[in-house]
């Protein structure tokens, strides 16, 4: 079955005024969470995820590790996709 990612709650955690970078802790319905790079103005645009890694709070929910793995790379657009809905609120 495929991984089905829900973002419960979110927050700006560092912002970079000068080249319009913000990272992004995003915390998800089954405890996990993430940390997401961006790139792009909130307020004026369409910010651009450009990272994601998953914070090693709780196995992977897709692997089972419980340490660094990279799939949540592949889900890295419908995260972020909730996550800017959840900013622009
Ligand atoms: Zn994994």
């Known amino acids: 079955m495929a991984y089905r990612p829900q973002v419960v709650s979110t927050e700006i ?8 970078i913000f990272q992004v ?6 405890r996990n969470s993430c940390r ?10 369409t910010p651009k995820a450009t990272h994601i890694s998953r914070m090693l709070k709780e196995p992977c929910p897709i692997c089972r590790k419980d340490y660094l793995c990279n799939c949540f790379t592949r889900y890295i657009e419908p995260i972020s996709a909730q996550v800017l809905q959840q900013l622009k609120k």
């Open 25 to 30: 802790i995003a915390q998800l319905e089954d």
């Open 13 to 20: 955690v560092s912002k970079n005024q000068s080249n319009d």
């Open 36 to 45: 997401l790079t961006f790139n792009g103005d909130l307020e004026t645009g």
